[in-house]
């Protein structure tokens, strides 16, 4: 009779299966641009733009879409799980085996399954710098592996020196960005060779060049890391389909290393981790040279408004070969992100970087960039 009066649910012990590690307790989410839907909805107001996520502003490719329609007719079946076709492309196209390629759900994937793949939680570290992309350090924590960060330079560049002074036996993999985001500065071919020369010789230097196609393109001297793995093995290079070629909602990037490296990833990867529609969308994304000609264009334009509007704001600009700018605003940027919503644009704040002060502005059509620039305006007056 007692106990049917108390209506107090006996809880003790239901917390038990929803502990988890010391290191995953600690762990920060990775807080991604905030949708255009999102902010409509709460504001309700329509025509948002979106500044946030480094996408292209000029969609994919024509070719990718009616790939990527065909290839639905099919998706009753699962994909081909050795994404075949588009290894056998990237290889021609790159001339390489393909025996040295992984594909996977987005560069974001491979950065994680490197980690799995070749580190000891407790043994080996993972070296990057700051300000550096934040999966390498939340790739490393999610596994239980320690994770150096070294300085950087007051133009927020790596510090070369720094980095390769943090190198021990115990570093297992090196994480680097040709160009960085969210900084967009890059490294000079001295410095990527330096890296590549004082990289302990168990470790990986794995170079993520998801911006790759838009330094090319921006500039004639940027030192690609894929001439240098025939000479150093331990080199694995990372790009995307996400930023350039305009497919990031279908999830899809590739690893170039040695194949000894692509067996061992290809051990820890999941079954059928990319849909046979982002593999159809891809290798006819790689065929449509027009469409990355303009996307590049674009981008050179793009940035050159967008640095000369936020310049004359009186706002510091970095140096970009990626499809984005970052801003230093010289004063907290929360408030000025939140401003910059209420106006309808949506851009990233940078304090999960360890940059509270900037904001990094992804490129968007002409008449979003000038409607941007208006609200950073209008914001700073205020």
Same mark, same amino acid.
């Given at each position: 009779m007692a106990?049917?009066?108390?209506?107090?649910?006996?809880?003790?012990?239901?917390?038990?299966? $929803?502990?988890?590690?010391?290191?995953?307790?600690?762990l920060e989410p990775y807080q991604p641009g905030k949708p255009i839907e999102e902010l409509e909805r709460e504001l309700g107001i329509a025509?948002?733009?979106?500044?946030?996520?480094?996408?292209?502003?000029?969609? %994919?490719?024509?070719?990718?879409?009616?790939?990527?329609?065909?290839?639905?007719?099919?998706?009753?079946?699962?994909?081909?799980?050795?994404? $075949?076709?588009?290894?056998?492309?990237?290889?021609?196209?790159?001339?390489?085996?393909?025996?040295?390629i992984v594909v996977g759900g987005g560069s974001n994937e491979l950065i994680y399954l490197a980690v799995r793949t070749f580190c000891t939680p407790g043994s080996d570290t993972v070296v990057t710098h700051r300000h550096a992309f934040v999966s390498y350090v939340l790739s490393a924590r999610t596994q239980g592996v320690d994770v150096?960060?070294?300085?950087?330079?007051?133009? *927020?560049?790596?510090?070369?020196?720094?980095?390769?002074?943090?190198?021990?036996?115990?570093?297992r993999i090196v994480f680097i960005a040709n160009p960085n985001n969210p900084t967009g500065a890059h490294l000079t071919r001295a410095e990527l060779e330096q890296i590549f020369e004082r990289a302990p010789a168990r470790a990986?230097?794995?170079?993520?060049?998801?911006?790759?196609?838009?330094?090319?393109?921006?500039?004639?001297?940027?030192?690609?890391?894929? %001439?240098? =793995?025939?000479?150093?093995?331990?080199?694995?290079?990372? =790009?995307t389909f996400s930023k350039i070629y305009g497919l990031a909602g279908l999830r899809i990037g590739y690893a170039l290393c040695d194949r000894r490296a692509a067996r061992r990833i290809n051990q820890a990867r999941r079954p059928f981790n990319v849909g046979s529609v982002a593999q159809a969308a891809a290798v006819a994304a790689l065929d449509d040279e027009a469409h990355l000609a303009r996307t590049c264009e674009a981008a050179r334009d793009g940035l050159a408004a967008l640095a000369r509007g936020f310049a004359g704001l /009186?706002?510091? #600009?970095?140096?970009? *070969? /990626?499809? $984005? #700018? *970052?801003?230093? *605003?010289?004063?907290?940027?929360?408030? #000025?992100?939140?401003?910059?919503?209420?106006?309808?644009?949506?851009? =990233?704040?940078?304090?999960a970087w360890g940059l509270p002060q900037h904001l990094r502005v992804s490129?968007?059509?002409?008449?979003?960039?000038?409607?941007?620039?208006e609200a950073m305006s209008a914001v700073l007056r205020a």
């Open positions: 106990r049917d009066q108390d209506q107090t649910p006996d809880l003790r012990g239901l917390h038990g299966p $929803f502990e988890v590690p010391e290191h995953v307790e600690r025509g948002a733009v979106k500044m946030a996520s480094n996408e292209n502003p000029l969609g %994919p490719s024509p070719r990718a879409m009616d790939a990527a329609r065909r290839a639905l007719s099919d998706s009753y079946l699962y994909p081909d799980a050795t994404c $075949f076709a588009l290894r056998r492309a990237l290889a021609d196209r790159l001339e390489v085996d393909p025996d040295e150096i960060e070294t300085p950087v330079g007051p133009d *927020l560049r790596c510090d070369v020196d720094a980095l390769c002074a943090a190198f021990t036996p115990r570093t990986l230097v794995i170079v993520d060049e998801a911006y790759h196609e838009y330094a090319a393109a921006l500039d004639p001297d940027y030192a690609a890391s894929l %001439p240098y =793995r025939s000479a150093r093995p331990a080199v694995v290079v990372l =790009r /009186g706002l510091t #600009v970095l140096p970009s *070969l /990626g499809n $984005f #700018v *970052l801003l230093g *605003l010289g004063r907290d940027a929360d408030a #000025v992100y939140r401003g910059l919503l209420q106006r309808g644009i949506i851009t =990233r704040p940078m304090a490129l968007a059509m002409p008449p979003d960039i000038a409607r941007a620039v």
